[in-house]
């Protein structure tokens, strides 16, 4: 059994990333993944648990987080008929086939791997928000037929190979085939369900070696960090959802797209050993 002080600041830093993460998500919109995997990240390997699959445990608990915020995502936009369950029902097969291909990727590569992919696509994502437009368009409609049936897998298995939920490439995609935005951010909620509840249960039977496994880990998703961050995001999130209201939030996006790009340089820089 872990000793009392090896607990308190692992449990101190995880309420912290989770209040953030909250704020975060109800001010700007992206999803909790984005900021929960760095900060597991860095959080755990301050503590000592820097192994070859330390990246694998941040993947699998950010995922699991995301299964009860999107859910509880999903339900709350779906009272306001804001989820497009036609674009669920079409993309929901590929998108769950790329998640369980990502969690198989994802578990048999070393945390190194990882961490210069998850800084690449965040570079992307950081772009996207800081310089994307609105009025970008790829199509008039969401796709169906064979590119429905190439990009829905992508985003399921991009997804987890960063350990995000369905608004970091969902919403974007949504936007350039003319969903619009509110629509886009409601049906990007399910988008996580669909890739989180298949990639958990992978995760969950993936043994990690014990110095990249935190307390209290089982599989490769971290109990305490599930846990510690659910109960903060919950009430953090509806503070930065009044705030958004409060204040203009496209500024602040433009902040965090800056934020983020250096977050991912850093982890670029780490996966090369620099």
């Not at 900060?39 to 995301?66: E, H, K, N, R, W």
């Not at 990727?105 to 950081?126: D, K, P």
Request: glycine share 12%; aromatic share 10%; charged share 10%.
């Amino acid at each position: 059994m872990p000793e009392f002080a090896e607990i308190w600041p692992m449990a101190l830093m995880l309420l912290v990333i989770g209040g953030f993460a909250g704020v975060l998500a109800g001010l700007l919109g992206v999803g909790g993944g984005i900021v929960l995997v760095p900060a597991f990240f860095y959080a755990f390997s301050g503590l000592g648990y820097d192994g070859p699959q330390l990246m694998q445990v941040c993947l699998a608990t950010s995922l699991a987080t995301i299964i009860v915020t999107s859910v509880r995502s999903v339900l709350s936009h779906n009272k306001k008929g804001a989820v497009d369950w036609d674009i669920l029902r079409g993309w929901w097969i590929g998108i769950a086939i790329g998640a369980v291909l990502g969690m198989m990727v994802a578990s048999s590569l070393r945390s190194t791997t990882l961490q210069g992919i998850f800084g690449c696509l965040a570079i992307v994502i950081g772009l996207y928000m800081g310089f994307g437009r609105s009025e970008w368009r790829l199509g008039q409609a969401m796709p169906t037929g064979l590119l429905r049936a190439i990009l829905s897998p992508v985003v399921g298995f991009l997804s987890v190979l960063m350990g995000i939920g369905g608004g970091s490439f969902g919403v974007p995609l949504m936007s350039l085939f003319n969903t619009p935005i509110h629509r886009a951010v409601a049906t990007a909620a399910g988008f996580g369900v669909i890739i989180a509840v298949p990639s958990v249960a992978g995760f969950l039977l993936v043994e990690i070696d014990p110095a990249s496994r935190p307390p209290f880990t089982l599989g490769a998703v971290n109990l305490p960090a599930f846990f510690l961050v659910i109960s903060m995001t919950l009430l953090t999130t509806p503070l930065g959802v009044k705030l958004a209201h409060a204040m203009d939030p496209k500024p602040l996006k433009r902040v965090f797209a800056v934020f983020l790009t250096l977050v991912a340089l850093n982890m670029l820089r780490k996966a090369l050993g620099w």
